[in-house]
């Protein structure tokens, strides 16, 4: 009966502490993580833009770079991304969303000048199994989408 009683005491402390330590994490990292993944938003929505000219930007440079040179508009409940001097030439860049095998995936899309063409596609969020679903997120996969019609 001792026995018992230890070992379930034992295993309440050790539920408690790792129940403490998970959330604790959780607090402590979940605005690095929301951060992270608004850069990695961020960076596709230039590459989709065609605003990075082949940089490379750490976290601070993008996020100037976009609060200066993109405009976001919402249409119809969706965040339009465009580029602030394009003009009517304009390349447009959509969020895009779906369940994957693994989890989420979240892109954006480019749309041409037309509304019709695809201009690129970038995947910021995916959790596909490597060498399988992940390569989802590859220039060779991606790059069919160019020139395609909505």
């Not at 602030?84 to 969020?95: I, K, L, N, P, T």
């Not at 490597?130 to 160019?146: C, H, K, N, T, W």
Request: glycine residues 12%.
């Amino acid at each position: 009966m001792r026995k018992a009683l230890y070992t379930v005491a034992f295993t309440t402390v050790l539920c408690g502490v790792s129940a403490a330590a998970i959330t604790a994490a959780h607090v402590l990292w979940d605005e690095r993580c929301r951060a992270n993944l608004s850069y990695e938003k961020h960076l596709a929505v230039l590459d989709v833009l065609g605003l990075l000219d082949g940089r490379r930007l750490g976290a601070m440079e993008v996020r100037e770079v976009f609060r200066k040179s993109v405009e976001v508009k919402r249409t119809g409940g969706v965040e339009v991304f465009q580029a602030a001097d394009a003009g009517e030439r304009s390349v447009y860049a959509v969020h895009i969303e779906g369940m994957g095998r693994q989890g989420p995936i979240r892109g954006v899309l480019g749309i041409g000048p037309d509304k019709k063409t695809v201009t690129a596609l970038r995947f910021y969020q995916q959790q596909e199994t490597p060498g399988y679903g992940g390569r989802i997120a590859s220039a060779e996969f991606l790059d069919q989408f160019a020139g395609k019609s909505i």
